[in-house]
């Protein structure tokens, strides 16, 4: 079974930054994508960025040019680089890897930006 290992997260000021990494415990090949979701009290989970095996990426419009995503495909790790953070940027983030053997997910790590 593959578990992730997810850090970085934590308590923050807003205009502050933090980077969270997953790492997964072994191999998962084939990836399609790998990519960071959260979730805020009282909302559903939504996607925050994706990086795809080919190196495109996708944001959120609400993160665009203050987050940023990158990856190790054969190393099964996915970094985001959260900049300029705001209030509501809080939520429990969680990491993502899609491959063609399944989707996978992190257990998910809270980011709280508070003043």
């Known amino acids: 079974q593959v578990q992730f290992v997810e850090s970085g997260g934590g308590l923050v000021q807003p205009g502050e930054s933090l980077r969270l990494a997953c790492a997964s415990s072994?191999?998962?090949?084939?990836?399609?994508?790998m990519g960071w979701y959260r979730q805020a009290p009282g909302k559903q989970r939504e996607e925050v960025a994706r990086?795809?095996?080919?190196?495109?990426?996708h944001y959120a419009d609400s993160v665009k040019g203050r987050f940023t995503i990158t990856g190790h495909n054969a190393e099964n790790t996915v970094y985001l680089q959260m900049i300029n953070l705001k209030p509501e940027d809080t939520a429990v983030y969680y990491c993502n890897i899609y491959s063609s053997y399944g989707q996978y997910w992190g257990q998910g790590i809270q980011v709280t930006v508070s003043s």
């Open positions: 990086l795809t095996s080919s190196g495109n990426t």
């Open positions: 072994r191999s998962i090949f084939d990836i399609y994508t």
